[in-house]
């Protein structure tokens, strides 16, 4: 019995330690969420140089008043099919923690929808989708208005290899 409220006491810790405010935004039909702590700016779609030789999700590189910056489309990234920019697309730059550096990337979503108050006690935990799939990169599914957000650890998202790529792209 101890053990199983240590659980639970250690459930209610992490759903406590992830509430706060989250910046939405669309994929491909589907609500996702990123802490509002990780965002540094958003901005409307410009022109992205292309770096040769990276993953497909690698768009490139765009020069942020005199800075480059890497950027990913997060819905190759995600294993979504691929759609036309439009005038709703949006950067995202985010800090992401690697083992070397924080590192500024942007990422492209479909659009930006808004910032919302997430309780700990609206955050579930990820469900298991079994054994062959992995869900670190998720912080849990938050319950807002009828619907369910993805809320996802930017730092996860891009695996160690994908940072140190990235950061050498810059």
Known sequence: ??????????????????????????????????????????????????????????KGVINLRGKVIPVIDLRTRFGMSSIEYTERTCIVVVETDSDKARLHIGIVVDSVSEVVNIKGSDIEETPGFGTTLNTDYILGMAKTAGSVKILLDIDRVLGASEKELTAEAA
């Open 1 to 58: 019995m101890p053990d199983q409220l240590e659980v639970m006491s250690q459930a209610a810790q992490r759903a406590t330690d992830r509430e706060g405010k989250y910046l939405t935004f669309s994929l491909d039909r589907e609500e996702y969420g990123i802490s509002i702590l990780k965002v540094k700016e958003i901005f409307g779609m410009m022109r992205v140089t292309p770096v040769p030789q990276t993953p497909e999700h690698v």
